[in-house]
């Protein structure tokens, strides 16, 4: 194998064009390993291990594009490839490549009419940027995390007094006027605005009401801290306040992982000029005191049910053949096979089948569990679901969402024990994902199912997203899983198989 790194001393690139550059080099035939990435000491260390070495003096801000070919030829693509994304821009009109744009106010400049800023920088600097964004009369998607929960207050108490969104901190998904930032799905325009503090939680319910002939108008994502006591959901209260004086949006669909109680009571006690479904996931405190119009639930599958009641449209079947499906992959399981396993891209969905599937199987031990007793490591025999999506897991390569790769190597080791009953994936598709996840997780997948477990891999997305939604579910019942209409009917197949129970699949998941 040829080993290639190239140092572009002070070439700071936010993580979003990184990812781009990686992917797109890692999807070239004779690429074995291909990495850019910013300079730091744990990025070093990372490549170091995978053989890579002569860095000479570097610093944060230099920019590594690190290569392990078959070739030098092909080394030479993936290298121009790669800096092509990383510093050039298509102009449209004549295909002429230009120089990027290195600063905010320069993009300001060059962007006349621009309205929203996505910020991508380290946390340290994230604040800074979301403030001159804010002066110069931007929403903002603030993309990074490691924001100080300080910041993040007085940048919202800003945005809130400016009557901008500051959307974020660790903002991944938004959808602002058919236009998806960040990780988002294509779908068509209807009649309800989403309200988010849960990225992949914000995706399911968007791609079920497409799905569904439902259309969304806006998604306004908030940052998973915006409803802790602390921030207190000042975000919250805006993204509301601006649905509400939206005259195409008919319903507010309001998304997060269990909020703090105190704040959730607030924010839906009020009196509200148009039905708001809360769909909080593992919600176990219930709320008294919600103002009319209000609705809450606890998984994304009922939020999006119940929306559409709420507007008259018609829910279709969400069952389809997998009952069947379920009931005869439980007639070939060896009685031995009784665990559950979970290994998500999306930390959403990993949280909402958690939350379905422990009433039923009992506890499931995590890397973000539901109880504090349920963290890893998981006693002998123990159920497991894992959130690749964190930090621990994306260290030195992206994120499962743009390279299944690490998922893969997980799926692997389920094919020798013999105590997995049901390997539980999300696919998530969209934009910002890999061009073809399920192409790639499917020979995976087909052997657990050969080594006499059963797969449950529910797809996330639209039928207008560029993967292409039933190619990729054909592609995995191909493979021999079983493909469920939500993410919450897999999480209750998962439970039926573990348990022998195919009456599960046909559950209310609020149950």
């Given at each position: 194998?040829n080993?290639?790194?190239t140092?572009?001393?002070?070439s ?7 990812l781009?550059?990686?992917?797109a ?6 690429v ?10 744990t ?15 570097t610093?944060a ?22 800096k092509?994304i990383?510093?050039g ?13 290195d ?5 300001i ?12 920088v380290?946390?340290a600097?994230?604040?800074l ?11 903002v998607?603030?993309?990074?995390d490691?924001?100080d ?11 809130r007094?400016?009557g ?6 660790g ?21 309800v605005?989403v ?6 939680g ?7 009401l497409?799905r ?21 959901g ?6 509301i ?5 939206h ?5 507010i669909l309001f998304?997060?992982?269990p ?7 607030r924010?839906?006690?009020s ?7 809360a769909?909080?996931?593992?919600l ?7 103002a009319?119009?209000v609705?809450?639930c606890?998984?994304?599958e009922?939020?999006a ?13 969400l ?26 891209s ?11 599937a422990?009433?039923?199987i ?5 890397n ?14 123990g ?11 994306t ?5 499962p ?8 190597d997980?799926?692997a080791?389920?094919?020798k ?5 049901v390997?539980?994936?999300?696919v998530?598709?969209?934009?910002g994902?890999?061009p073809?996840?399920a192409?790639?997780?499917?020979p ?6 050969e ?8 797809v996330l997305g ?12 054909q592609?995995?019942?191909?493979a ?11 999480a209750l ?19």
């Amino acid at each position: 194998m040829n080993h290639e790194i190239t140092v572009l001393k002070d070439s700071y690139k936010d993580s979003v064009r990184l990812l781009e550059a990686t992917r797109a080099i890692q999807a070239i035939d004779g690429v074995d390993y291909g990495w850019t990435v910013m300079a730091t000491t744990t990025n070093i260390d990372t490549l170091s291990g995978e053989g890579f070495e002569d860095f000479g003096e570097t610093t944060a801000n230099d920019l590594i594009i690190a290569l392990r070919t078959d070739d030098t030829d092909t080394a030479t693509v993936a290298r121009d490839t790669a800096k092509e994304i990383l510093f050039g821009a298509v102009n449209s009109s004549n295909d002429e490549i230009v120089e990027s744009i290195d600063s905010l106010h320069s993009a300001i400049d060059a962007l006349d009419g621009a309205n929203v800023a996505i910020i991508s920088v380290p946390g340290a600097y994230a604040a800074l940027e979301t403030q001159k964004a804010l002066t110069a009369g931007l929403d903002v998607l603030l993309f990074s995390d490691n924001v100080d929960v300080e910041q993040e207050i007085e940048l919202k108490r800003r945005a809130r007094s400016l009557g901008r969104l500051v959307m974020g901190p660790g903002a991944g998904t938004a959808m602002l006027a058919g236009t998806g930032l960040g990780f988002a799905n294509r779908v068509s325009p209807g009649p309800v605005g989403v309200v988010a503090a849960a990225g992949t939680g914000a995706q399911e319910v968007m791609s079920l009401l497409d799905r569904w002939g439902i259309g969304i108008t806006h998604v306004i994502g908030l940052g998973g801290r915006d409803l802790s006591i602390d921030v207190g959901g000042l975000m919250a209260v805006s993204a509301i306040e601006a649905l509400e004086a939206h005259e195409q949006t008919e319903a507010i669909l309001f998304v997060s992982k269990p909020p703090d109680p105190e704040v959730a009571q607030r924010l839906l006690g009020s009196a509200r000029s148009k039905p708001i479904i809360a769909a909080m996931i593992g919600l176990r405190e219930e709320l008294d005191g919600l103002a009319n119009g209000v609705v809450v639930c606890n998984t994304l599958e009922q939020g999006a049910v119940l929306t559409g009641e709420a507007l008259g449209r018609p829910i279709p079947d969400l069952l389809g053949d997998t009952p069947n499906e379920v009931a005869s992959k439980m007639m070939e399981l060896d009685q031995s096979r009784r665990r559950f396993v979970g290994l998500f891209s999306g930390g959403t969905l990993a949280y909402e089948a958690m939350t379905i599937a422990v009433p039923h199987i009992g506890p499931i031990y995590s890397n973000t569990p539901l109880e504090k007793d349920w963290a890893l490591p998981a006693p002998d025999g123990g159920h497991v679901c894992l959130d690749l999506g964190e930090e621990e897991y994306t260290v030195g390569r992206p994120h499962p969402m743009i390279d299944p790769e690490a998922r893969i190597d997980w799926m692997a080791k389920q094919v020798k024990d013999r105590s997995v009953a049901v390997v539980l994936i999300d696919v998530v598709i969209g934009d910002g994902a890999h061009p073809n996840p399920a192409g790639l997780l499917a020979p995976a997948a087909r052997e657990i199912v050969e080594s006499g477990a059963v797969v449950v891999a529910y797809v996330l997305g639209t039928h207008s997203d560029p993967q292409q939604f039933e190619v990729q579910r054909q592609t995995l019942r191909d493979a021999g899983c079983i493909v469920p209409e939500t993410a919450a009917r897999a999480a209750l197949a998962a439970s039926a198989l573990v348990n022998r129970d195919p009456a599960l699949v046909m559950s209310k998941v609020d149950e």
